[in-house]
């Protein structure tokens, strides 16, 4: 059963342009979101997160948004840049709990 | 900060060996650290919650006996493979988190490939 899921495996986007990265969840009981980046042979890097009392969290280049009726997140990049080029996690955990359910990634590529 | 360092980063032993692999958190103490599994083009999967002294928390499907857990200190977690065999090949990784929050986020090391021959 797979609480969170991120239905793209890839993604391809022109750089400078905005990547969308979407995750959606099952499990109603989830508050706290994640969004990890990883490159090849290493461990997975945070990235930003969010709690479910908010619907948006900005850092930089990178926004989460979350819509809780919909059980939906996304993770925004702008401008995109070839570095960001890595697959991306989408992660949940319920409050109080320490265990964080990974989604299965998406691999993004940003084109130079 | 927040560094979790893990070595060794790749092993290539014969099946029958059993193989130890350590995760270290530099700059901060962690009192939980978790072990998870990733096989190629799939997710993270938690296998065990490591706690600094007393038994490791295992998740469903994964064998005790197999993957020895000790957290013997705020600093170390240690995961041993017993035994290994090929289908026990796969990327593990280690992560840590700092303070005791729930919502603070984990800082993962690098990974150890292994790779039973």
């Known amino acids: 059963d797979q609480q969170v899921k991120q239905n793209s495996p890839s993604l391809s986007v022109q750089e400078g342009r905005i990547s969308i990265l979407n995750c959606d969840y099952t499990n109603s009981m989830f508050d706290y979101f994640l969004w990890y980046k990883k490159y090849p042979a290493e461990g997975p890097t945070f990235l930003i997160s969010?709690?479910?009392?908010?619907d948006k969290n900005e850092d930089g280049r990178f926004t989460v948004f979350l819509n809780k009726s919909a059980k939906h997140l996304s993770l925004h990049i702008v401008p995109s840049q070839p570095g960001d080029s890595a697959v991306y996690f989408c992660a949940a955990s319920a409050g109080g709990y320490q265990k964080v359910t990974f989604g299965t990634g998406t691999k993004l590529q940003v084109i130079p | 900060g927040a560094v979790v360092s893990q070595h060794p980063s790749w092993v290539i032993c014969k099946s029958g060996t059993s193989v130890k692999i350590e995760c270290r958190s530099l700059d901060f103490q962690a009192t939980t650290m978790f072990w998870y599994r990733q096989f190629p083009k799939q997710s993270l999967m938690l296998m065990a919650t490591s706690n600094e002294g007393s038994k490791a928390t295992y998740e469903q499907g994964v064998e005790k006996d197999k993957f020895l857990i000790n957290h013997a200190s705020l600093t170390l977690s240690t995961l041993t493979v017993t035994s290994a065999h090929p289908e026990d090949s796969s990327f593990y990784i280690c992560?840590?988190?700092?303070?005791?929050?729930?919502?603070?986020?984990?800082?993962f090391g690098d990974g150890t490939r292994l790779s039973i021959l």
């Open positions: 992560s840590a988190r700092v303070g005791g929050g729930s919502n603070q986020p984990q800082h």
């Open positions: 969010i709690s479910s009392i908010k």
